[in-house]
């Protein structure tokens, strides 16, 4: 694999590129057709509300899978992630209207470890409230 | 009803080869907005050293969570109340990207059962490997189901 950052150019808080992502209903219905995750709380309104959520909820692999796009964008070749975790702490709500929602990704280098590995941390906001937790993964540089 | 704790270390029978096509990919890299051509241009896959177009970091949980669902979740014996199931964490440790080509199988072990404020969660990890035996991916998988009485939880 090829990284394109140098594990000698990086430091301990050295900030990746910040990035939001949009998410609508539309690309709720376009992930579940890809993932095979057709649970109705992520498209249907009603079925959510009966539930009990305030509305259609995004996936969380959906938000995983966007944060992830801050590190693998960072890095490169995307094999350059070597281990990826979180935990899902909010749902991201996305309400049918023009906007959606939008998650806020920011993540920076937490730790230098061996094999020129670095662990970087994430965080994932949407609507001020933290959606992912322990956010964190292990990107070998080059 | 706390879950059975003698299902911990439970390892199910490997799933049927799980072949990962080009299209399938590219796919879900446009499903998550993802144009990193390493996704979807072989050559650019190539230029850094994969053998074929690889998919991004989370494709392979479509994988991981069927072979969980069908195999733990719905075992009968352990009697999973899976309407009351929402996806608490989830981890990958990757010991190559998942490429075209591919043909996985999946092994799912029951890691842990706990009861947490009312809750029962199951660690459920799944060890990806491809036609030749080599370990891929493995895929840690936490799922939380809610007690009749404890606080709604609304992750998914």
């Known amino acids: 694999m090829t990284a394109t950052i140098s594990y000698d150019d990086v430091e301990v808080g050295t900030e990746l590129p910040a990035r939001s992502f949009p998410v609508s209903r539309a690309a709720l219905v376009r992930y579940a057709g890809a993932s095979g995750d057709f649970n109705p709380i992520h498209w249907n309104e009603k079925f959510a509300k009966e539930v009990g959520l305030p509305d259609v909820i995004a996936h969380g692999m959906f938000t995983m899978a966007e944060a992830a796009r801050v590190v693998t964008d960072w890095a490169g070749d995307p094999a350059a992630v070597v281990d990826y975790g979180v935990r899902f702490t909010k749902p991201v709500v996305v309400p049918n209207d023009d906007k959606g929602a939008v998650v806020e990704v920011a993540a920076k280098v937490a730790a230098k470890l061996d094999d020129r590995t670095v662990r970087v941390d994430l965080t994932a906001v949407c609507d001020g409230q933290k959606v992912l937790g322990m956010a964190r993964a292990v990107v070998r540089l080059a | ?156």
Not at chain 2, 16 to 25: C, L, M, T
Not at chain 2, 40 to 69: L, Q, W
Request: one cysteine or more; a negative charge.
């Open chain 2, 1 to 156: 009803m706390a879950l059975d704790q003698s299902f911990v270390g439970r390892t199910y029978p490997p799933t049927a080869p799980y072949e990962v096509g080009r299209e399938k990919i590219r796919e879900f890299a446009e499903a998550i907005g993802d144009d990193n051509p390493a996704y979807t241009d072989p050559e650019a896959a190539k230029a850094y050293g994969h053998p074929d177009v690889i998919a991004p970091p989370t494709f392979v949980f479509s994988i991981t969570f069927r072979a969980a669902h069908r195999l733990v979740v719905e075992d009968p014996e352990l009697g999973l109340d899976y309407s009351r199931v929402v996806h608490g964490d989830q981890k990958f440790t990757y010991a190559r990207p998942v490429r075209a080509g591919d043909r996985l199988s999946v092994t799912c072990t029951i890691d842990s059962i706990k009861s947490l404020a009312g809750n029962d969660v199951l660690s459920v990890r799944g060890d990806v490997h491809d036609g030749s035996g080599e370990l891929v991916v493995t895929a840690h998988t936490k799922l939380v189901a809610r007690g009749a009485g404890a606080e709604q939880s609304t992750e998914a």
